[in-house]
Nanobody
Framework: VPLQASGGGLVQAGGSLRLSCAASGSIVSISFMGWYRQAPGKQRELVATINNGGTIKDADSVKGRFTISRDNAKNTVALEMNSLKPEDTAVYYC???????????????????WGKGTLVTVSS
């Protein structure tokens, strides 16, 4: 299941960016979608995830600044990032888990899908 992310770029501290990600294919439903990030020299970390019921899990470092949302009908997830800080600089990866899809008419389940990543750079 391909995940296509967009919306990264360069922004000054205090600014905003919106990331979007779309899953494509013969998808029936996606249990979890979300965003992770990896800063230079650091491990990949959770930013925020949202399940198909709307339950959100997000990192303490982004609470009150980032908002995750999804459109179940379109299989998309978005991340609205406000009050960006230099420490938010990272490659952001779209994520999908427990994807139910049709494979030539056969119901199938896939786990752990990742997009290619989009770079967010916040200058001070």
């Amino acid at each position: 299941v391909p995940l296509q992310a967009s919306g990264g770029g360069l922004v000054q501290a205090g600014g905003s960016l919106r990331l979007s990600c779309a899953a494509s294919g013969s998808i029936v439903s996606i249990s979890f979608m979300g965003w992770y990030r990896q800063a230079p020299g650091k491990q990949r970390e959770l930013v925020a995830t949202i399940n198909n019921g709307g339950t959100i899990k997000d990192a303490d470092s982004v609470k009150g600044r980032f908002t995750i949302s999804r459109d179940n009908a379109k299989n998309t997830v978005a991340l609205e990032m406000n009050s960006l800080k230099p420490e938010d600089t990272a490659v952001y990866y779209c994520y999908a888990d427990r994807v139910y899809y049709s494979d030539d008419g056969v119901a199938s389940l896939g786990v752990d899908y990742w997009g290619k990543g989009t770079l967010v750079t916040v200058s001070s």
